[in-house]
């Protein structure tokens, strides 16, 4: 059974800190390409940073110089260091998980979720 945990989020003032984390089980992470993604009412979920197995980072445009990914395989481990908070950050954060295999539908995971709140 496959299981994405978040977990770190919470309330924090505009400039201030957090660090999410994303515990997997149930899959060979460092197989996975993994990401954040994140949605707030009324607006399309959205990519915030990725990770691939390779250790490629891609992040959104809006996060770069402020939110850093990094994963741990051994501990099957994804983080979210988010430095600079601004108001506009606040919305539910998600964990993904996912493996493309050719020829076959992609192994695709998401977690529950974790409330991040940026108050002004």
């Known amino acids: 059974q496959v299981q994405l945990v978040e977990s770190g989020g919470g309330l924090v003032q505009a400039g201030g800190s957090l660090r999410l984390s994303c515990a997997a089980s149930?899959?060979?992470?460092?197989?996975?390409?993994m990401a954040w993604y994140r949605q707030s009412p009324g607006k399309q979920r959205e990519l915030v940073a990725s990770?691939?197995?390779?250790?490629?980072?891609n992040n959104a445009d809006s996060v770069k110089g402020r939110f850093a990914i990094f994963r741990d395989n051994p501990k099957n481990m994804m983080y979210l260091q988010m430095n600079s908070l601004k108001p506009e950050d606040t919305a539910v954060y998600y964990c993904?998980?996912?493996?493309?295999?050719?020829?076959?539908?992609?192994?695709?995971?998401w977690g529950q979720g974790t409330q991040v709140t940026v108050s002004s």
């Open positions: 990770i691939r197995s390779d250790g490629n980072i």
């Open positions: 149930g899959i060979t992470f460092s197989l996975y390409n």
């Open positions: 993904n998980a996912k493996l493309s295999r050719p020829l076959f539908p992609d192994y695709d995971y």
